[in-house]
C-alpha cells in the first residue's frame, strides 16, 4: 500500500470519524484532475474500487470532488491518476478478509507541523519519548534530500561552465565591436583626447550597455519563464514549476553580467589604447 | 629663437622591427617659428610624416630634444602631450578623419568641448569656423553627405577650433582633384596669413611651392631647403 494514500487518508481522518459505518449514502473520495480527465468523471458520480486488478471486493464510492495533486519532481513523467479516500475506506477497501477490523498494521505516517522548522526538534522528542518508532525529517526521507543537493551542484556546475563560455564570447565580442570603432579612437587620441579620458568613456559605456543587456536578459529569462513552465507542465501533465527567476537569481545575474561586461569593454579597448593612435585611425 | 612654436633638436626616430631596427628619421633640427609656413617634400618612405607626427606630438622622437611653447615635450606624459596637442596643435590628414557619426558642427565641436569649451561658445565657433572654411550652409550634415573637399574643410575648421598656434598637414590635397584641392590650399594659405604656423608634408609641388620655407628630405634626413 502507497505511503502517501495513508498520508492523505490520514489527513482526512477527522472527517471521517463523522460518517457513520452504516451510512446510506456511499462513503465519499477526492479524484486527481487527471484521473477526472482521463476517465471522464464528475462531482457526484458513483465509481466501484477495489485493492486488486481483478476487482474482487469492490466498493462503491461517490466522488466528493477533484484536486491538483502536490507536483513532485521524483515522479516526473507518471501521470498521477489517484484517489484520496477516508482512512476507515481504505483500510476497509484494503483490509486483508481474514485480518479483524481494527488490527491493521502501518509501516509509516507523515505528519504535518504547522511549522516545518520544528521538524529535527519534533523528530527527536518522537524518538526520544516512543522507543521503537523512528522519526526522521521528510526532507531527508527516502534519499530525496541528497538527490536535490545532487541536481543542485549539477547546476552550479552548468552555470559554471555557462558563465565560463559566455565570458569568452562577451570577450570576444568586445573585442570586436571596439576593433569596429578603432579609427574613432585614433581620431580622438589624434584630436588630443588621453587615453586615459577615452578609457572612462567606454568603462561607462560599458557599464551602461552590460545593465542593459543584463537586463534585457533578465526580461527575456521571465519570458522563457513562462513559456518553459507552461510547455513542460502540459507536456508532463504537472503543476510543477520547473523554472524560477527568483529575485536573487536575478541580483546574482546582474551582479556578475555588469563587471563582467565593464572589465571585457575595459580590457578590449585597454588593448586597443596601446597602439599609436595613427595606426589606429589608418585602417 | 624667442617666437618658436616649436624645436626639434637632432631628433631621430627608430621604429623597432623583427627584421632588425629602421630609421624613420635621423637626426633632424628643426624650428617652426610662429606664423610661418613650411613645406616637407620628398619621396615614399623619406620620413617627412614621421618628423610631422613628432612635431605634432603624436609620436615621441628615439632621441633628441622636442620643444613645443619652451616645453621639453619628452618630460610630459601621456594626458600632457594629449592636452598640447588639444589645446595648441591642430591636425588635417589625407583622409580627413572625421567622425561619420557627427554632424559637420559636432566634429568641429569635439576638441573644443574636451577643452572645456561652453557648449553656448563652441556652438557659435563652429558655426564661425564653418563660414570660414565656406560651409556654413552644410553645419548639420555628416560626413557622408560631404564631398572630399567639403569634408576637408571640415576637418581644417575642426582642426582651427581650438585656435592653435600650429597646424600640421599630411598630404591635405592628397585624396582631392586639382580644383578642390586648390580650394583647400588657399584654405590653408589664408588660415596661415591669419596667424597659424602652417607645416605641410606634401608630394605635390605646387602646394609645397606656397611655402616660404621648403624642405626636403631623403632617407630620414633633411637633405636641402629653400626659403622664398
Known amino acids: 500500500m502507497k505511503p502517501f494514500l495513508f498520508v492523505l487518508a490520514l489527513l482526512l481522518s477527522l472527517t471521517a470519524s463523522f460518517l457513520g459505518a452504516q451510512a446510506p449514502e456511499p462513503p465519499s473520495i477526492l479524484v486527481t484532475r487527471q484521473l477526472a480527465e482521463r476517465e471522464g468523471l464528475a462531482v457526484g458520480d458513483l465509481v466501484r474500487l477495489a485493492a486488486d486488478a481483478r476487482g474482487e471486493r469492490a466498493r462503491t464510492f461517490r466522488i466528493a470532488g477533484t484536486y491538483e495533486p502536490t507536483p513532485n519532481p521524483l515522479r516526473l513523467g507518471l501521470v498521477p491518476r489517484e484517489v484520496r479516500l477516508h482512512l476507515p475506506d481504505l483500510l476497509a477497501l484494503t483490509r486483508d478478509p481474514d485480518t479483524p477490523a481494527g488490527t491493521e498494521r502501518v509501516s509509516s505516517v507523515n505528519v504535518a507541523l504547522v511549522d516545518p522548522a520544528e521538524a529535527r526538534r519534533f523528530a527527536q522528542d518522537v524518538n526520544a519519548r516512543t522507543p521503537g518508532v523512528f522519526a526522521r525529517r521528510a526532507a531527508g526521507a527516502a534519499g530525496m534530500g541528497s538527490i536535490f543537493v545532487v541536481l543542485e551542484r549539477f547546476h552550479y556546475a552548468i552555470a559554471a561552465v555557462t558563465i565560463a563560455a559566455a565570458t569568452v564570447f562577451l570577450l570576444a565580442l568586445t573585442i570586436m565591436l571596439v576593433d569596429e570603432r578603432r579609427e574613432t579612437v585614433g581620431v580622438l587620441r589624434l584630436i588630443g583626447l588621453p587615453a586615459r579620458r577615452i578609457l572612462v568613456q567606454v568603462l561607462l559605456e560599458g557599464l551602461f550597455i552590460a545593465a542593459a543587456g543584463a537586463l534585457f536578459g533578465l526580461a527575456l529569462a521571465a519570458a522563457a519563464e513562462g513559456l518553459i513552465n507552461r510547455f513542460f507542465q502540459w507536456r508532463y501533465d504537472t503543476a510543477l514549476v520547473f523554472v524560477r527567476v527568483t529575485p536573487r537569481v536575478a541580483a546574482l545575474s546582474v551582479a556578475i553580467a555588469v563587471p563582467l561586461g565593464a572589465v571585457a569593454t575595459v580590457a578590449a579597448s585597454w588593448a586597443l589604447l596601446r597602439r599609436r593612435a595613427l595606426r589606429l585611425a589608418r585602417r | ?228
Open chain 2, 1 to 228: 629663437m624667442s617666437d618658436a612654436v616649436v624645436a626639434a633638436q637632432r631628433i631621430s626616430r627608430v621604429f623597432p622591427m623583427p627584421a632588425g631596427p629602421v630609421v624613420a628619421v635621423c637626426d633632424v633640427t628643426l624650428t617652426v617659428a610662429a606664423g610661418e609656413h613650411i613645406a616637407i617634400r620628398g619621396p615614399s618612405g623619406c620620413g617627412k610624416s614621421t618628423l610631422l607626427h613628432m612635431l605634432g606630438c603624436v609620436d615621441a622622437p628615439s632621441s633628441g630634444t622636442l620643444v613645443f611653447d619652451r616645453r621639453d615635450v619628452s618630460t610630459l606624459d601621456d594626458r600632457a602631450r594629449s592636452l598640447l596637442r588639444l589645446r595648441h596643435i591642430g591636425f588635417v590628414f589625407q583622409r580627413f578623419f572625421l567622425l561619420p557619426m557627427l554632424t559637420a558642427a559636432e566634429n568641429v565641436e569635439l576638441p573644443q568641448a574636451e577643452a572645456g569649451a561652453p557648449k553656448r561658445e563652441r556652438r557659435a565657433r563652429s558655426l564661425e569656423l564653418l563660414a570660414y572654411v565656406g560651409l556654413g550652409a552644410r553645419a548639420d550634415h555628416r560626413p557622408a553627405q560631404l564631398s572630399g573637399g567639403e569634408m576637408q574643410r571640415v576637418a581644417i575648421a575642426r582642426a582651427l577650433a581650438n585656435r592653435p598656434r600650429l597646424l600640421l598637414a599630411d598630404e591635405p590635397t592628397g585624396e582631392l582633384d586639382q580644383t578642390t584641392g586648390e580650394q583647400v590650399a588657399a584654405l590653408l594659405d589664408r588660415v596661415n596669413a591669419d596667424g597659424t604656423a602652417l607645416v605641410i608634408v606634401t608630394h605635390d609641388p605646387v602646394l609645397a611651392s606656397r611655402a616660404r620655407r621648403v624642405l626636403t628630405m631623403r632617407d630620414g634626413r633633411i637633405d636641402h631647403e629653400a626659403a622664398r
